[in-house]
């Protein structure tokens, strides 16, 4: 299977998971109907713009998309822990996992 092929399936996966339709997409990404609904139909891979702009909407990065491991999103607040983690200590980092661990 061609690397166009994949694309789009991977496109068609991820549609899936949020049971979201070409034209949701288009909406959410401000790529047009038609450009979205022509990749499918004439099996064309898009351009790394429209393959961004995709991406983006789905709250993945180009390396996720493109990753075999399962990808999912992060809402605000948990991106902005992510963002901040690298700025602690290890010791802080031992705290906070404490923490969690303990309010389970």
């Known amino acids: 299977m061609g690397l166009k092929m994949n694309i789009l399936l991977r496109i068609k996966e991820l549609l899936k998971r949020r049971n979201w339709t070409i034209y949701k997409l288009s909406k959410l990404s401000g790529v047009s109907q038609s450009t979205l609904s022509n990749l499918f139909k ?58 969690i661990n303990n309010m389970k």
């Open 42 to 99: 004439r099996n064309n891979a898009p351009t790394i713009s429209t393959l961004e702009s995709i991406c983006k909407t789905f709250g993945i990065t180009l390396s996720q998309f493109f990753s075999n491991d399962d990808v999912f999103s992060l809402d605000a607040e948990q991106k902005n822990i992510l963002e901040n983690w690298g700025t602690l200590t290890s010791e802080q980092k031992k705290i906070i996992l404490q923490l």
